[in-house]
């Protein structure tokens, strides 16, 4: 059945649900009441015939209340990975009581950004959350926040929620934020407006967003839960933003119909939703105002459309395609380094076997192993 509404939500098959540290920590602990009534709501949507999957911020908050770091364990990245360590442990406390209290069983699964932006960990991972599934657990996943560097992690667990429903083959993902859902303009603006549905995530709406993240806890922002909403409709897979700041918040969104909901796009192959999903990328190839109407044709990235080379990557790393103003593209997997890459700029193929010393591939991305932003 297609999500075209928030109340169709519950018929999703499995559902992904996006908890923030500003929903679920106060003053360093625990809100158990709130969280009481949440897994209360879980447990219906379980009964119902839906698949859970929690993704839960909380770790970093927690932790730096028990060892009194200052400014919530974000002062430095050794202290929010000190706070993690410490914090993860009271969060899987919390989670599985909360669950248990509703004769749910919570299983722990911590991941970087590296197991889900590798083609064959994001496949181990994939593989477990289904497994638990199988077993009748719920999943309550988090970023590895004591071992994430500032470079190389997701920032927010609102692109985390999106592509774990990818890895899960989820139907639909529900962010919980405390606003009702993304407003034409900065919801303290006079006029500002809930948007109720998008039919796919554009620049304008986008322009819509604010990066600021209320309580001074959170990571996200606006942007990111964008960015999430992305990367879901690309999946074939809807997205929502409700307000979780209420007593019981799914219920009173989905009864309301208040929140945003952001339908699913047309999904493409597994392999191509896990490459439009990666958040990472080594390098950056920019191409000229040809090359550009050449790829929103469907053709490969040849030789001939490079003007410029950016990072230091190796042949099947992730490269970002820029155009000539600098705009995004696409990405994409590819197929020579960046040495290679930077000694045929500009060549068409008669000429690049004399540079590279051996016959040229078919092409610098191959139009299998790229996808269109």
């Known amino acids: 059945m297609a999500i075209a509404s928030l109340a169709d939500i519950r018929s999703a098959r499995r559902l992904i649900v996006k908890v923030g540290s500003a929903l679920l920590i106060e003053n360093g602990e625990a809100r158990r009441e709130w969280l009481a009534t949440l897994a209360g709501e ?7 015939g839906t698949e859970i999957i929690v993704v839960s911020s909380g770790a970093i908050a927690l932790g730096a209340a028990r060892l009194g770091l200052p400014k919530g364990g974000r ?7 000190a706070a993690a360590s410490v914090g993860q442990v009271e969060l899987a406390r919390v989670w599985g009581e909360a669950l248990a209290a509703h004769g749910m069983l919570a299983a722990q699964m911590l991941v970087t950004l590296g197991d889900l932006e590798d083609r064959r960990r994001y496949l181990n991972a994939s593989a477990t959350l289904q497994r638990l599934i199988e077993t009748g657990a719920v999943p309550v996943v988090n970023e590895n926040d004591s071992v994430a560097t500032e470079e190389i992690r997701f920032g927010d667990n609102d692109r985390l929620a999106a592509r774990v429903a990818q890895a899960a083959g989820g139907d639909a993902v529900l962010l919980l934020s405390d606003v009702d859902g993304l407003y034409d303009r900065h919801p303290s603006e006079d006029g500002a407006q ?5 039919e796919g995530v554009s620049p304008e709406v986008i322009a819509m967003a604010s990066t600021e993240s209320g309580s001074g806890m959170g990571s996200g922002g606006m942007v990111a839960k964008l960015q999430a909403a992305r990367i879901a409709e690309r999946a074939g897979i809807c997205l929502a933003i409700i ?33 439009s999903g990666r958040l990472a990328p080594a390098g950056v190839l920019t191409v000229d105002p040809g090359c550009t109407a050449a790829l929103a044709n469907g053709a490969s990235l040849l030789a001939a459309g490079l003007t410029a080379i950016e990072g230091d990557f190796q042949r099947g790393d992730l490269v970002a395609i820029h155009g000539a103003k600098g705009e995004r593209l696409g990405q994409g997997l590819v197929e020579y380094s960046a040495a290679e890459c930077r000694q045929i700029v500009g060549l068409r193929e008669e000429e690049q076997a004399e540079k590279l010393g051996y016959a040229p591939r078919a092409a610098v991305v191959h139009r299998d192993h790229m996808v269109r932003a």
Request: no cysteine; hydrophobic share 40%; proline share 2%.
């Open 42 to 48: 879980l447990a219906g949507l379980r009964e119902a």
């Open 243 to 275: 307000n979780g700041t209420h007593d019981a918040p799914i219920g009173k969104a989905l009864d309301s119909g208040t929140g945003t909901l952001f339908t699913a796009q047309g999904e493409e192959s597994a392999r191509k939703a896990w490459l």
């Open 194 to 198: 809930l948007i109720e549905k998008v």
């Open 75 to 81: 002062a430095s990245l050794a202290d929010a990975q």
